[in-house]
């Protein structure tokens, strides 16, 4: 096969072998016209469009990996380096069990981290392989938003991707969480553990991940590092909270009841923006979201004595948010540097019903080092609604491979069951009586 990549132009990336540059499915976007080296404009052919974009083909063209043929006159192709295809393979239409597994091996993978209980639609680790190998590089973000047994997040670490998986299902506990505390701790050697490479941190320069702007320095994992996998990052965990609010049998807003007086403070502060990290001394200091804009949020009901009293306390240049269940209608507007908002009407105002697209702002996520090919993926600008779920791979912020703690303690996040470096996924509470899981109902008594 590699008999057809050939370098006619010598270029220093090797051989090459051209793949077309016109599509069927149209977009119009991609219908642009094309001027040759030689001067001839080109545009798609019949209902065709072009694959890439005018911005990419630009790039491409900068990058000389457009060949013009050797007049610079001909028809446009792609030029696909056999470097750059990963052992030399590119996809095919038919994959065979001997390539990448089967049912049989997958459920074999899985017994391993769970003996008692096989997972009844386990995929093999080389499929997932291959899978990822064709549509990610190192350091990309792979979603399984439906985890199952945590192969996809499996694999898609020990190839040095990031990844975020989604679980629904008592097998989170059971499955997914000690299948990636071994795959982290270095215990998984099934699956695709002994065919690739650990990535060597030294080699990374200290990240975790290659930045993807770096594209054309990047690293294989399979390539390159320490042969076989041994080990390596880490991951938090964490899991969501029931909803805050519910309606009673009037049909009104209420505050749920699983929800005490600490976690509807840390998450009327995560709701609204503030960091919560409750003052020690001062009682209404429950938050900040600057050095002296605070969030209280009580049950009591607020009366103009307890807001003086309050006020009194406050510094001048201080400001406070008051979120309440109910308050004395002079407290309203009363002072310039406190607000004061009904638990209920105020997040329901953040609430919006009937839409298709609720675009959820997903806080806290751990940021990487900026890099302006991937702006605007990451919500920078910590949201006032929005909640955490799922099991998701460290950032950068921490160095590639030794274990990173879990961090967030807060009640609503339950993230010290994260994977640390003398953490240990905690086992799921089983209620005896009825055998389900208890543990988010512990959390909330
Ligand atoms: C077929 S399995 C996924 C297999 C898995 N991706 C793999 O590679 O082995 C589907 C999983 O999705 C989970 N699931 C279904 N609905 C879900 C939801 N709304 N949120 C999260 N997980 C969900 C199920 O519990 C089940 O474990």
Redesign the pocket.
């Known amino acids: 096969m590699n008999a057809r990549y050939k370098n006619p132009d010598n270029d220093p990336r090797g051989p090459w072998k051209s793949s077309g540059l016109d599509v069927k499915t149209y977009s119009a976007t991609y219908d642009y016209p094309i001027t040759t080296p030689s001067g001839r404009i080109v545009n798609p052919p019949g209902s065709s469009c072009w694959r890439l974009s005018k911005q990419r083909f630009e790039e491409y063209v900068k990058d000389n990996r457009i060949w013009f043929g050797t007049n610079g006159n001909s028809v446009h192709a792609i030029k696909r380096f056999l470097s750059e295809v990963q052992q030399g393979s590119v996809s095919k239409t038919i994959w065979f069990r001997e390539e990448v597994g089967d049912n049989q091996e997958?459920k074999k993978e899985t017994l391993s981290f769970n003996s008692d209980d096989v997972?009844?639609?386990?995929?093999p680790e080389r499929l997932?392989q291959r899978i990822l190998t064709l549509a990610t590089n190192s350091g990309d973000w792979v979603l399984?938003?439906?985890?199952?047994?945590?192969?996809?997040a499996a694999v898609a670490h020990k190839m040095g991707r990031r990844w975020i998986g989604?679980?629904?299902?008592e097998?989170?506990y059971t499955h997914c969480l000690p299948r990636l505390k071994s795959v982290v701790d270095g215990t998984d050697q099934g699956g695709i553990s002994k065919i690739i490479h650990t990535p060597d941190p030294s080699q990374a320069g200290n990240e975790p991940t290659p930045n993807p702007s770096q594209e054309g320095n990047k690293k294989t994992p399979s390539s390159e590092g320490i042969k076989g996998w041994v080990g390596g990052g880490g991951f938090k965990y964490y899991y969501l909270a029931p909803s805050l609010l519910k309606k009673d049998k009037n049909d009104n807003w209420i505050i749920d009841e699983r929800y005490n007086a600490n976690m509807l403070a840390a998450a009327m502060a995560k709701n609204e923006g503030f960091k919560y990290c409750p003052d020690e001394n001062i009682y209404w200091k429950q938050g900040k979201s600057t050095e002296k804009d605070y969030i209280f949020t009580t049950t009591s009901f607020i009366t103009v004595e307890y807001l003086d009293k309050i006020r009194e306390e406050m510094k001048p240049d201080e400001s406070l948010l008051i979120c309440c269940k109910s308050f004395q209608e002079a407290c309203e507007n009363r002072y310039a540097n406190i607000t004061i908002k009904k638990i209920p009407k105020m997040l329901l105002g953040r609430c919006e019903f009937g839409k298709e697209d609720y675009s959820l702002n997903i806080v806290n996520m751990p940021e990487p080092t900026p890099d302006p090919s991937q702006e605007g993926n990451l919500n920078k600008n910590p949201s006032r609604k929005g909640n955490k779920m799922?099991i998701s791979q460290e950032g950068n912020e921490h160095t590639p491979y030794p274990l990173s703690e879990g961090e967030h303690k807060s009640p609503l996040l339950g993230g010290d069951l994260g994977v640390g470096k003398s953490g240990r996924a905690k086992k799921p509470n089983k209620d005896n009586s009825t055998g389900k899981n208890t543990k988010q109902r512990k959390l909330f008594e």
């Open positions: 997958a997972f009844t639609t386990p995929k997932i399984d938003s439906f985890l199952g047994s945590g192969t996809t989604i679980e629904l299902g097998h989170c799922g």
